[in-house]
Structure formats: C-alpha cells, structure tokens
C-alpha cells in the first residue's frame, strides 16, 4: 500500500505560475512511473505529465513547453512546475503512481486560473 501526498495547487492570475509536489509515503523505483493527470468539471481525467528512469517524460501537447515533470528518487516526490498557466488549465490535479500493476492516486489538489 502507497500513499501520495500532493500539496501546492491554489488559484493563480493567468500568466502565473505553481510548483505541485507529491510524496509518496514509501521509497520506490526510479522506475516506477509516478506522474500527474487532472480532472476538469465535465471532462475525463487527462494524462498531464509522467516520468520514469530511463525513458523520456510523457508530457501532454497541450502543456508542452510550459510544464515541466520532474522526480527526486532519494525523496519518492514527483514535481510538476507550471509556467504561463492558462484558464483552461483549471482542474483538480491528482498525483500518480503504479507499482507492481496496481495505480495509486492521491487526494487531489486543485488548481485555478483566472482568466
């Protein structure tokens, strides 16, 4: 069992810019994916950004160049740094794990950006 702690969503002028962070409360594999998707009111949740040793990130078409994925394996925490954060950017954001085939996923953290 994992748990994945988020932590740095909040509201944000458009332009603006967020640091999410997820820990997760046990040590894995850098080759482990961990990641984020996030969830808009009346949409699927969307893959945003993923990462894993070894393989370059999977970052979304519609965040490339202004997300950035990032992982500290001594520390289990995944990082999404959002620049030039835009109105359709706003949705919970949910941190992302799978270990041994199962998916783990945190609590949610929401994100909004006025426009």
């Known amino acids: 069992q994992v748990q994945l702690v988020e932590s740095g969503g909040g509201f944000v002028q458009a332009g603006g810019s967020l640091r999410l962070s997820c820990a997760a409360s046990r040590s894995v594999f850098s080759s482990v994916p961990m990641g984020w998707y996030r969830q808009a009111p009346g949409k699927q949740r969307e893959l945003v950004a993923r990462?894993?040793?070894?393989?370059?990130?999977d970052i979304a078409d519609s965040v490339w160049g202004r997300f950035t994925i990032s992982r500290d394996n001594a520390k289990s925490t995944v990082y999404l740094q959002m620049n030039d954060l835009k109105p359709e950017d706003t949705a919970v954001y949910y941190c992302y794990l799978r270990v041994e085939g199962i998916d783990y996923w945190g609590q949610g953290t929401q994100v909004t950006v006025s426009g």
């Open positions: 990462i894993r040793s070894g393989r370059d990130p």
